[in-house]
């Protein structure tokens, strides 16, 4: 125990620290954002959040207003209660919407720690957590899983298109991971290099599968859907497995924050720290594969969750991950919950695919940050 704690506080010595000051594009000079406006950053997050899945919840062919919505949430925790004054009806539509809208809010927590902790690991603020594989895996999983004549099954509330689509993502990290490990080391640069080439592989087989084999037929549309990504929750037993590995996933994240501060200033300083650096790769990218694949499952492929919101809490609130961490995941939670809230209701009763959505918005919205915030931006 005293070992880990004097690893924590040489690691707080050398973990990057944000400037006392920053000098906008204008010239002028402004403090750095307070210590106690940080400090308030994650409990102003998760009412932002419960804001957003009582938005969601609410909205739909039958609007139910937004103060009955959060009281019919706030209800089902054993330790509130409400007198109900709200109809039997508007209730079970409300728990009838809950579930997805938690899906939702669990896939982009997953994405946005998942970006955090690769970027973190490979130090490189284009590293998305679909990088190292797993989009194509997935995706490849999910081909096959519409082969198979079993496609109609499900296990404890999962369907098979959902476990396929876990095992591929999981399936492609090992194999990039093996293949990048050379004689007990795994350098960073042949990780991102045997990450590509393996998604080309995958990506090049589901094609093959796709043309060549005329058992798809109409099923080719859901799996065109599936891969353009969107929440496919109808219970709570996928909520219930997704919500306790996202809090897994959190709570070893959180442990792995000193590391990663350290992997900002290179490999040689994790190992001077008293860490053994490989391990600390093993771990961070086991966790992250993880979150990625346990999001994939329910969600298909959601691009640019992972990258928007690591980058915008990064901005926001600097460079520590002890705090970029919750941060990342409360940011991706409530821009999936948003998204998916407006793919359901932007062109109803059509629905837009999720993965669509979150590009079309994200991405203009985050060019617009960026420039916005000039030289204050600190990697």
Known sequence: MARMLDRRRRADAVAPAAPLVAVTPRGWVRPRMRAGWRAGALPLMALVLFATLVAAAGVGAVPIAPLTTARVILNQLPFLHFAPRWSSIDQAIVLLRLPRVCGAAL???????????????????????????????????????????????????????????????????????????????????????????????????????????QRLGLRAVGLYVWLAGGIAVQDWAPVLLVGGLVIVGLAASLLLAPVLDAFALGEEMVGHLGWRVERAKLAIVAVASLLVAGAVSISGLVGFVGLVAPHLCRILLGPRHRLLLPASALGGAIFVVAADLLARTLVAPSELPLGVLTALVGGPFFLWLLRRSGSRYSW
């Open 107 to 213: 896939v982009g927590a997953a994405l946005g720690l998942a970006g955090t902790l690769f970027q973190g690991l490979l130090r490189n603020p284009l590293a998305d957590p679909l990088l190292l594989g797993t989009s194509s895996g997935a995706a490849l999983g999910a081909t096959v899983a519409f082969l198979l004549p079993a496609f109609s099954l499900y296990w404890v509330g999962f369907s098979l298109l959902a476990v396929m689509a876990f095992a591929g993502a999981l399936l492609s990290v090992a194999l990039v991971y093996a293949l990048a490990t050379r004689r007990g080391r795994t350098p960073v640069v042949t990780l991102l290099l045997a990450g590509v080439a393996v998604g080309a592989i995958f990506a090049a087989a589901q094609t093959l599968l796709i043309t060549q084999n």
